[in-house]
């Protein structure tokens, strides 16, 4: 699995390394913007039109992505694929050079992540990545700049994940805090551990902007000196039927006052939502001062937005 290979005309978000560096900061610091003044940017992409497709449940990414279209000026097509001819064998090849005709950019999220990136292969408009098997980076788009409201700025900063360290998350974390130039460290049980190809490419990219990349298996180790101590919950959407035992090998990986107690006392909690309270994080601290879980979930809205704008702007 490689980087998307985006064109100057056909910028397209398909994985957190779409972006370099200096691009992940421009749109940090325009969802900033977006942030300090919500209302002040009708007409960003006045008259535009925007597909926004469906092919698993959501509510944070469906309600902020409909939200932030009609507040940049634009157009939400919300396409639900229990209604239409996706998911009935039409080629994603196809449905992209049809929707490239009639939209100005196509908002995706699906399954494996094939699909997505054939629908990007065919189409002439942008394409965004609203999650996917391996990967959430709108979600970690938003992560950032919470860390970067919270802590001032992401550069050298440590951000530990622990959990189920196979997941979508827990690649955009690498990848998304690398490009940033943080220092990830990722915790995960025997058997929930990150994608070998990612972890390498992660690597690669911190090394580039003097972040780090670190895999632990013992949380308190992972956890100690930490900035940002985040989590998922322990059974991703469509695993709930794996026949694993999601609970037990994960209960050390548990976020409670005993674990963040070994974080810096100024570090940060981040957990994507939905949370299943009393399994990879306590009520104590998703409710406790150190949370900053529902500004995560705020600046979904507002990093979304300027993702938009950057892309539109590029094709």
Known sequence: MTGHAATPTRRHFLRDDDLTSAEQDQVLTLAQEY??????HRKALDGKSIAVLFEKPSLRTRVSFEV????????????????????????????????????????????????????????????????TNHFHPCQVLADLQTVRQ????????????????????????????????????????????????????????????????????EAKAAVSGADVIATDTWTSMGHEGDGLDRITPFLPYQINAALLAHADPDAIVLHCLPAHRGEEITDEVMDGAA????????????????????LMEQA
């Open 291 to 310: 949370s900053a879980v529902f500004d995560q979930a705020e600046n979904r809205l507002h990093a979304q937005k300027a993702l938009l704008t950057f």
């Open 68 to 131: 932030g279209i009609s507040e940049l000026g634009a157009h939400a097509v919300l396409i639900d694929a229990t209604n239409t001819h996706f998911g009935r064998g039409e080629t994603m090849s196809d449905a992209a050079k049809v929707l490239s005709r009639y939209v100005d950019a196509i908002v995706i999220r699906t399954f494996e992540d094939t699909r997505i990136e054939e629908l990007a292969d065919a189409a002439t408009v942008p394409v965004i990545n609203a999650l």
């Open 150 to 217: 919270r802590l001032g700025h992401t550069q050298g900063r440590t951000l530990t994940y622990v959990g189920d360290a196979a997941n979508n998350m827990a690649h955009s974390y690498l990848l998304g805090g690398a490009v940033a130039g943080m220092h990830v460290r990722i915790a995960g049980p025997f058997g929930f551990t990150p994608d070998r190809a990612i972890l390498a490419q992660a690597a690669e990219v911190a090394a580039r902007t003097g972040g780090s990349v670190t895999e632990y298996t």
């Open 35 to 40: 942030a300090e003044n919500r209302r002040g």
